[in-house]
């Protein structure tokens, strides 16, 4: 299951921070106090909301009885940007990106229902950046090219296959820690 935050609605109080002092900070908390001390939220930087206009013509914000304000928004992740695009191979550019090539080549088997693969994509991305020049980062979808995850003998993902002119050299099968997968590709550059 997909979930899209930009299509989610909330509403925002943003008369919060005005019955805080004027230029807020966060209270420290001494450690022989029993209870914490109420301040300001921690913010959240992956997040944001976008304030968009209501599809009314009346103002998209709004003041309650209370004298409370609201906003209507979406969130909005700015993380998706932070992932690095790892290129994807497929059945007609197998052969020119892993067989014929003399660097040491990663590979990655995946699937986009794959919750584990999602969580390794990063890691891939990292090492990709990390080995520029040294070694060749790809994907393949296994949904997409069933051929080559049956050649391979993949019969489960995330699965990663180091390979070397050509030749399969190793293979790792699930979520490992980057250290892991560093340890694999040393012994091959």
Known sequence: MTTVLESMTIP???????????SPTVPSVSSTS????????????????????????????????GGITRCRGRVVCE????????????????????????QAV???????????CRMIHPIIGEI?????????????????CHSLATQYGIRSIPTIMIFKNGEKKDMIIGVV?????????????
């Open 12 to 22: 925002r109080c943003s008369g919060f921070l005005s019955t805080l002092s004027p």
């Open 79 to 102: 993380a998706q940007n932070t992932i690095l695009h790892v290129p994807a191979v497929t059945d007609s550019t197998w052969q020119p990106l892993i067989h014929e090539t003399d």
């Open 128 to 144: 990709s950046k990390q080995y520029a020049g040294r070694l060749k980062c790809f994907q393949l979808n296994t949904d997409e």
């Open 34 to 65: 029993s209870s914490p001390k109420v301040g300001i939220l921690p913010e959240f930087k992956g997040l944001r909301i976008q304030s968009r206009p209501l599809r009314s013509t009346s103002a998209s914000v709004s003041t309650t009885s």
């Open 177 to 189: 820690p980057k250290s892991s997968l560093i340890a694999s590709i040393e012994k091959f550059l």
């Open 106 to 116: 990663l590979v990655e088997f995946w699937a986009p229902w794959c919750g584990p």
